[in-house]
């Protein structure tokens, strides 16, 4: 890959284990990125990393809570994330549920990856697309389809 991508990593507290465990995982595919998280979560990957002696640069925006959500959205819109990792608890309620839509909403109107389970942040993470210097995604297209 001849790009350095820079990758969002969100997860809520039950799932944080989960992203640990991925982003080790995958720590290899990682260390080559930028990586932006909220701020536990990126504390968390931080801490994992040096354990392991993986250089990793990350930057850590607030907690979701506090508004990690939502300046995540805003890089979404400035097309500064190319890829979002957002492990969701979808079986506890989230004080901040609508920063946490705004985020998903805001990769889906800006085309931009979101993947919200382990199996599919593999599948994008391993996607040949990203070695591919000629492809172009599409910019999405808003308008009512007339017969």
Not at 53 to 65: D, K
Request: hydrophobic share 40%.
């Amino acid at each position: 890959m001849n790009k350095k991508l820079t990758i969002a990593l969100v997860a809520h507290d039950k799932r944080k284990a989960d992203m640990v465990e991925w982003t080790l995982h995958n720590a290899e595919f990682l260390s080559r990125h930028y990586l932006i998280c909220t701020g536990t979560t990126g504390g968390l990957i931080s801490g994992a990393f040096k354990e392991k002696g993986i250089h990793v640069e990350i930057t850590c925006m607030h907690s979701g809570p506090l508004g990690g959500d939502a300046e995540i959205a805003a890089m979404v819109v400035r097309k500064e994330i190319d890829l979002a990792i957002f492990l969701i608890d979808d079986l506890n309620p989230q004080p901040h549920e609508a920063d946490i839509q705004m985020l998903l909403r805001q990769c889906r109107v800006h085309n931009i990856p979101i993947a919200c389970n382990r199996y599919s942040a593999d599948l994008m993470l391993t996607s040949t697309l990203w070695d591919d210097d000629t492809y172009v995604p599409m910019e999405p297209k808003y308008v009512y389809f007339k017969r």
